[in-house]
C-alpha cells in the first residue's frame, strides 16, 4: 500500500500513501459523468414533449366516505360559542323563607322556599322526598300557600 520513496519530507521519513494504480477511482468518477449526461439527456428530452392537456375523467365521483365522529361531551362546547354563565350573571332568585320539617326518627330536612315556587310542586316534590302520604302532602301544600301569602305581604310591607 505504501510506496517507498521519498515525498519530499525533509526529514527523510517515509510517509504512506494510498495506492492509486488499481484504476478504481477512475471508475467512479467515469460513472458518474455517465450519470451526469444521462440526466442533461433526459431534461432535454422531457423539455422537448409538449404538455398533454387531459380531459377530466367523465365517471362521477366516489362519495366521501362516512365517518363517525362521536357525540362531544358537554364540557368540550363551553369554549366553541356557547355563552358561560357566572354566579353573578344568573338571576337572583329572592327567598321568602325556610321550610324545615323533621321527621319521627329525629332527621331535620330543610328546604329554601323562594318568591317565584310553585307550592304545588314544592309540596310534591319535598313530600315524594321525604316519603308522605298524599294527605301529609296536601297539609304542607295547605301550609306552604299560607306562609307564602305571609312572607309576600311582610316584604310589601318593608318597601
Known amino acids: ?3 517507498g520513496g521519498s515525498s519530499g519530507d525533509p526529514s527523510g521519513e517515509k ?3 494510498l495506492d492509486m494504480s488499481h484504476g478504481f477511482v477512475h471508475h467512479i468518477r467515469r460513472n458518474q ?4 449526461n444521462y440526466d442533461k ?3 432535454a428530452k422531457q423539455g422537448q414533449r409538449k404538455p398533454r392537456h387531459t380531459q377530466a375523467s367523465v365517471r362521477p365521483k366516489k362519495p366521501d366516505q362516512m365517518v363517525y365522529r362521536p357525540r362531544a361531551k358537554r364540557d368540550t362546547h363551553i369554549g366553541k360559542g356557547l355563552k358561560t354563565y357566572t354566579s353573578d350573571d344568573l338571576p337572583r332568585r329572592k327567598a321568602l323563607f325556610r321550610l ?5 326518627n329525629g332527621d331535620v330536612t330543610d328546604i329554601i322556599i323562594y318568591e317565584e315556587d310553585d307550592p304545588r310542586l314544592v309540596a310534591e316534590r319535598f313530600g315524594t ?3 308522605l302520604s ?3 302532602k296536601n297539609a304542607l301544600y295547605i301550609h306552604l300557600v299560607d306562609e307564602i301569602k305571609k312572607s309576600k305581604h311582610l316584604l310589601a310591607d318593608k318597601k
Not at 33 to 36: F, V
Request: glycine share 4%; no cysteine; aromatic share 4%.
Open 33 to 36: 459523468k455517465s450519470r451526469d
Open 129 to 131: 322526598q321525604l316519603g
Open 134 to 136: 298524599n294527605e301529609l
Open 100 to 104: 324545615e320539617y323533621e321527621a319521627k
Open 1 to 3: 500500500m505504501a510506496s
Open 15 to 17: 510517509t504512506a500513501k
Open 41 to 43: 439527456e433526459q431534461k
